[in-house]
């Protein structure tokens, strides 16, 4: 199993038969000729959704319901909380702490979360009625995943957060089975994914926080 950090929140994974491509926005694709091609985006946000997916060779399109576009035929519209059939793919959605939905996928021989944009927001602005509704919001939606079988989650590492950057993958290594963690959303702030790793990886160490240096960085995981 290949995953590929394209930019920003945009990460591919590439198994037996599937290549999926969750919230391009630009960057480099190595789209093979042989496999399904599969383009998520969570939620309507520039840094999430560009109309030019629809340029690209796909099978087929996700996209939340929020987005709103004209897609091709082959596309199927998502909301939270629902779960599809795609080829012989399982998709199940979450909400988010934001737009959009958080997605579960499971296929041949791999399963993944990508959250999108559900993450513990923490900003200057909020009262601390507002950041306790925060906690119990995206807990309880993260808490959705906690008895699907994982390999692969892919979540919010914010530098805008401040001292509470670790907040999401924090939550989510506590309460999910994956094996693998990739940090996204860090706004090219590479050194925090370093720094999410060095806090957690010696607490966790049945898991593996991946980090990312830099744009199209390539990762061969053995599922």
Same mark, same amino acid.
């Given at each position: 199993?290949?995953? $590929? ?7 591919? /994974?590439?198994?037996? &038969?599937? @290549?999926?491509? %969750? +919230? ?44 709103? $576009? ?7 519209? /998502?909301?939270?909380? &629902?779960? @599809?059939?795609? %080829? +012989? ?103 925090l994914s370093q720094k999410f790793k060095d806090k957690y990886q010696d607490k966790f160490k049945d898991k593996i926080i991946m980090t990312v240096e830099h744009d199209n960085q390539e990762f061969d995981l053995k599922i």
């Amino acid at each position: 199993m290949k995953i $590929t950090f394209v930019k920003h929140s945009c990460y591919t /994974v590439e198994s037996k &038969n599937y @290549y999926l491509v %969750f +919230d391009y926005i630009g960057g480099e694709l190595n789209i093979p000729k042989d496999k399904k091609v599969i383009f998520f985006s969570t939620h309507r946000h520039a840094d999430h959704f560009i109309e030019e997916i629809f340029e690209l060779k796909a099978d087929y399109y996700v996209l939340s319901d929020d987005i709103e $576009t004209n897609p091709p035929e082959n596309t199927l519209i /998502v909301s939270p909380d &629902n779960e @599809y059939n795609l %080829f +012989d793919l399982l998709i199940k959605t979450t909400g988010s702490t934001d737009e959009g939905v958080a997605f579960y996928v499971k296929g041949d021989d791999f399963s993944v979360i990508h959250a999108g944009d559900l993450n513990h927001w923490v900003w200057d602005r909020y009262t601390k009625e507002d950041r306790d509704h925060m906690k119990v919001w995206f807990e309880s939606e993260v808490d959705k995943f906690k008895d699907l079988d994982v390999d692969v989650v892919m979540m919010v590492v914010d530098p805008r957060m401040k001292d509470s950057y670790d907040l999401t993958g924090k939550y989510f290594l506590e309460n999910t089975s994956a094996k693998y963690y990739f940090p996204m959303h860090m706004w090219e702030d590479f050194n925090l994914s370093q720094k999410f790793k060095d806090k957690y990886q010696d607490k966790f160490k049945d898991k593996i926080i991946m980090t990312v240096e830099h744009d199209n960085q390539e990762f061969d995981l053995k599922i």
